[in-house]
């Protein structure tokens, strides 16, 4: 990039106060470590590079506005962050993307702003883009655009991260590994032994790390794949199986059994999961798989081939709209209405295998959508929604903030945004979206049955809006006070409103 232009890209730096989107969501991923990298190729002002540093991790960047005269350095991970959404030479940022990847040992990050920023910016066409009222380029994004161009000018297979962030894997397999742990079901809680024994409370941090591997993965690790548990352990025990073996002891048999049969259904679901989403960047051979997802397939399936079939049926049934209606019909988490099943996030790795795929389909076109609250699977067309309600934990009806649609048909991405409205849609009934064990469920619940008991939740689809809301409550004489209603003043009749 030349920064003698006549248009001021150094401009369109911004001064954040935290780490960017595309830094904090490859940290999350485990993308970018303390023990990797980064360079920042293209890093504006360096908040970025500055605040990692800070944090010990090993950063760079170089900007040909604000830091000309940095070394270009290879890294471990390069982030190319809204950058290329500021050139206005399409042939220019061809060459920045390729200089970025060059420099990427393992993953080039990439970020762009999606096309429904535009509606946020005035300004008048230029090329492919448009020049804002600083004077300054932007180029706005769809999803596919963005994943079709890298993915066409670098020759490969890009991964979505989130809306507008994409994940380049130098290696596939380091790519099937990240794909797989994002299928893979975040480690059960250890349980705790019910008896104390010499030899186990000795070694209580690596055998809590041994069974957390296995509760996690459905068996036993190789040494290799715990170097540190596994040295200690086989100092004090002939085998990783003897050392699971006194596990089932202190935890006690039927504990312990019922545990792991446990974790053994739940990581054949995880595995089929990755296997049938996998198919999207072309599946791996069985001889291209990393090591810990060739085991996995072995000790789960038996064979990769048997794995893979299972996959495809799984895969094959999202083109079964009749399937996935009743997937969602017996769904036992989630809140079922006669179009859809809405799910809070934190509870999709408990649903049927066939609805996981579904949304894994969706985040493969939009990248996980971090400020997601509730995921929606319509039942009626191919459409998978990430609704956004920031309050959902404090307000006792949150309001819906954002909504990105992904229609898995046309491979198409909707966004919009509610933030602005005065009668944005609310949700009732909150513990019908969550887990059993939901922190705050308990509350959710006892408010319901307030609302219920006092007429406000009858002809619930004349309620669905703020607006509609609070007038049912100010009809019925009734106010909020946190999660608990509160009477007011005598009820009024009902209003052709309702």
């Not at 962030?165 to 590994?177: D, G, P």
């Not at 076109?365 to 191919?382: H, Q």
């Amino acid at each position: 990039m030349d920064s003698a232009q006549a248009i001021p890209r150094h401009q369109t730096a911004i001064a954040r106060q935290h780490l960017s989107k595309p830094i904090s969501l490859a940290m999350a991923d485990g993308i970018l470590s303390d023990k990797s990298t980064l360079f920042d190729y293209g890093c504006g002002r360096g908040g970025d590079v500055a605040r990692l540093q800070a944090m010990g991790y090993t950063a760079h960047g170089w900007d040909p506005g604000h830091s000309p005269n940095a070394v270009r350095r290879a890294a471990d991970v390069v982030n190319l962050g809204y950058v290329i959404n500021v050139i206005e030479d399409p042939t220019e940022r061809v060459q920045t993307l390729a200089s970025a990847w060059a420099l990427a040992r393992q993953v080039l990050v990439v970020a762009a702003r999606p096309e429904w920023e535009a509606r946020t910016i005035t300004g008048h066409r230029h090329g492919d883009g448009l020049i804002t009222k600083r004077g300054t380029f932007q180029k706005f994004y769809s999803q596919e655009e963005l994943r079709n161009w890298i993915d066409v000018q670098l020759g490969t297979h890009s991964i979505a991260a989130a809306p507008g962030i994409f994940y380049v894997f130098r290696a596939n397999a380091h790519a099937q590994t990240f794909l797989a742990s994002r299928a893979r079901q975040r480690p059960a809680a250890v349980r705790r032994p019910r008896i104390r024994q010499a030899l186990y409370d000795t070694h209580r941090e690596d055998m809590d790390a041994l069974a957390a591997f296995i509760t996690s993965r459905g068996r036993l690790p190789e040494p290799e794949e715990v170097p540190g548990t596994a040295g200690q352990l086989l100092s004090a025990f002939s085998s990783l199986r003897q050392a699971a073996a006194m596990l089932r002891d202190v935890t006690g048999s039927q504990d312990w059994d019922r545990d792991l049969e446990r974790a053994r259904r739940q990581a054949e679901r995880d595995l089929l999961v990755y296997l049938a989403l996998a198919t999207f960047r072309g599946r791996p051979k069985a001889s291209d798989l990393p090591k810990g997802i060739a085991l996995d397939v072995r000790a789960l399936f038996g064979s990769y081939r048997i794995a893979c079939s299972k996959a495809d049926e799984l895969l094959h049934g999202i083109a079964d709209q009749k399937g996935l209606n009743n997937a969602c019909s017996l769904s036992h988490v989630g809140k079922l209405t006669a179009d859809a099943l809405y799910v809070h996030a934190t509870a999709i790795q408990l649903l049927d295998p066939l609805l996981r795929v579904y949304e894994g389909c969706a985040r493969a076109l939009t990248g996980t959508v971090t400020e997601c609250t509730i995921i929606k699977f319509s039942r009626i067309t191919t459409k998978v929604s990430y609704l956004s309600y920031p309050d959902f934990d404090k307000a006792p009806h949150p309001a819906l903030a954002t909504s990105l649609r992904a229609d898995l048909r046309k491979l198409d991405v909707k966004f919009t945004d509610f933030r602005r409205s005065a009668n944005p849609p609310v949700l009732h009934r909150k513990e019908s979206f969550v887990p059993l064990d939901y922190p705050g469920r308990g509350k959710f619940a006892r408010l319901t049955i307030q609302e219920e008991r006092a007429g406000l939740l009858h002809e619930t689809a004349t309620i669905g809006t703020h607006a509609r809301w609070e007038k049912r409550l100010q009809d019925r004489g009734y106010r909020l006070a946190g999660h608990r209603i509160i009477r007011t003043t005598t009820a009024t009749a009902p209003s052709a409103f309702q």
